[in-house]
């Protein structure tokens, strides 16, 4: 069966911390993964990634992909509260429709 | 820069009440969604849409029924409302094709009660 894990769940740091984000998967056909923010609205997109080792990057964000042993992680260096939020991941395998994580719930203290 | 629409945004209904949440995307994608997320869960895919007249149950399908009679409209209708559905439902659209096909856009969020 498809699934997707991300950890930690939840996670506190402090402004200005680095923090790594998990995300584990078992897909058929795996096509892309896709990784998320969501403060206390709508999932707003980050990264799509497609091929291993290639790392994707926007501003303090950053994302790679390992296809090999099927994980992919979100960096966020130099924390600020505004990165406050869930962090979801999701794979798209075969079927049409995306599979998502539990999600990780991420705080930022001042 | 509309993107994904839906609405309405609130609403509180009563046990048995029916309702329509509606949905409509101006980015001329094929797939449509309708996610429904609980406090602290992720995100459930009630039904999904890959073009106009074709739709397909998600996971939690059931009490609710779509529509597709357009590229641009996925309106979910909810009949006899249950206090189990009490939750923010998101509609979302994605190409379905194309490097970007599974990159998903998600619309504002319908926070629903049921009293």
């Known amino acids: 069966e498809d699934k997707v894990v991300q950890s930690p769940l ?43 080792g290639i790392e994707k990057k926007s501003g303090r964000l950053s994302s790679i992909l390992d296809k090999k042993e099927l994980f992919s992680i979100l960096n966020i260096t130099a924390t600020q509260t505004g990165d406050s939020a869930v962090y979801l991941c999701a ?5 049409r429709k995306l599979i998502w994580g539990l999600g990780t719930s991420l705080a930022v203290n001042p | 820069n ?4 839906q609405t309405p945004k609130f609403r509180i209904l009563k046990i048995g ?33 890959v073009g106009a007249g074709i739709t397909d149950k998600g996971e939690v399908p059931n009490g609710y029924n779509v529509s597709r009679s357009t590229t641009e409209d996925f309106p ?7 206090p189990s559905q009490t939750s923010v439902y998101f509609c979302a659209s994605s190409p379905g094709q194309g490097v970007n096909l599974h990159t998903i856009y998600f619309g504002e969020g319908s926070w629903l009660t049921v009293v």
């Open chain 1, 10 to 52: 939840s996670l506190v740091v402090h402004e200005g911390d680095t923090v790594t984000l998990n995300c584990s998967y078992e897909v058929t056909n795996f096509r892309s993964l896709l990784w998320y923010k969501q403060e206390k609205k709508a999932p707003t997109f980050l990264f799509m990634l497609t091929s291993s």
């Open chain 1, 91 to 95: 794979n798209a395998g075969n079927n």
């Open chain 2, 76 to 82: 979910l209708r909810l009949e006899l409302a249950a």
């Open chain 2, 2 to 5: 509309a993107g994904v629409t």
């Open chain 2, 17 to 49: 009440q029916s309702m329509t949440l509606q949905c409509t995307q101006d980015m001329n994608h094929n797939y449509m969604y309708w996610y429904r997320q609980d406090p602290g869960m992720g995100l459930k895919l009630i039904y999904y849409s």
